[in-house]
């Protein structure tokens, strides 16, 4: 059975970090392009981040560039998601996703698994 399953958030002050960790079951993570999504409350699924499966390489949304970090572990069949200088708007359900057909995908219907994501909230 394919899975995803997030860990990770918390409750976190301005300022600080948190590594949000995705990990997969049921299938190799490095097959798959994954992805990295938040959804604030009353707003979309914004797409923040992913890792390609062919090179690992990375790209991010311009909004948390500088900030977000996305890696891969095979060995653990994890993907991170590093946060830095974490700020009130960063509060939002953190998903993980994997899409089956690079390139990255932009928008939540280009991935085909979906993790049941992790709150991430962020306040003095």
């Known amino acids: 059975q394919v899975q995803l399953v997030e860990s990770g958030g918390g409750l976190v002050q301005p300022g600080g970090s948190l590594r949000l960790s995705c990990a997969a079951s049921g299938f190799r993570l490095d097959y798959y392009v994954i992805g990295w999504f938040r959804q604030a409350p009353g707003k979309g699924r914004e797409w923040l981040s992913c890792i390609s499966a062919s090179d690992d390489s990375t790209f991010y949304a311009d909004s948390v560039e500088g900030r977000f970090t996305i890696s891969r572990d095979n060995v653990k069949n994890t993907v991170y998601l590093q946060i830095n200088s974490l700020e009130p708007d960063d509060t939002a359900v953190y998903y993980c996703?994997?899409?089956?057909?690079?390139?990255?995908?932009?928008?939540?219907?280009?991935?085909?698994?979906w993790g049941q994501g992790t709150q991430v909230t962020v306040s003095s």
């Open positions: 996703a994997a899409e089956a057909l690079g390139p990255c995908g932009l928008g939540p219907d280009d991935y085909d698994y």
